[in-house]
């Protein structure tokens, strides 16, 4: 199924708000961090199954992904 950018994006942003709540850090910061290690690019790939998923449940799964790829965030 093909998403059109501005659904992608949506959710992509409000993502990015929910992961920085859960680690204090500013909308800037965390999407520093998860373009650094790799966590947008996880996004991007899988939106089709991301997005069917709950926030938390992804903040926590890509957290993983991040740190397995180098990030430090506990």
Do not use: N, P
């Amino acid at each position: 199924m093909e998403y059109s950018k501005e659904e992608k994006l949506e959710w992509t942003m409000i993502f990015i708000h929910e992961f920085g709540k859960r680690f204090g850090l500013t909308m800037k910061q965390a999407f520093g961090y998860l373009s650094r290690f790799k966590g947008i690019d996880f996004i991007d790939k899988h939106y089709g199954f991301v997005h069917t998923q709950s926030f938390e449940s992804m903040v926590d799964d890509i957290a993983g992904l991040c740190k397995r790829m180098g990030g430090h965030l506990e």
